[in-house]
């Protein structure tokens, strides 16, 4: 499962590089959450749960199903 997160995660960081940010995959548990670690100008970003939750963590259950939830770490 770890490599479907990867690939869904690839599709995901050009919009974040875009705005000076990245994420990185830290750990995709066996319960299906995926940990990343939110990098660049999006680490100290204010609005940096929202992308979390409704870009990142949307896209990676669209294209990963067995995915519950996304935190940062």
Partial sequence: MKEKVQAAL???????QADGGDCE???VTDDGVVRV???GA?????????TLKM???RV??????????????
Wanted: with cysteine; glycine share 8%; aromatic share 0%.
């Fill in 10 to 16: 690839d599709t995901v960081r050009p919009q974040l």
């Fill in 25 to 27: 995959l830290i750990d």
């Fill in 37 to 39: 670690r939110l990098t």
């Fill in 42 to 50: 999006c680490g100290g970003c204010p609005m940096s749960q929202m």
């Fill in 55 to 57: 870009g990142i963590e």
């Fill in 60 to 73: 990676l259950k669209d294209r990963v199903p067995d995915v519950k939830a996304v935190e940062a770490v």
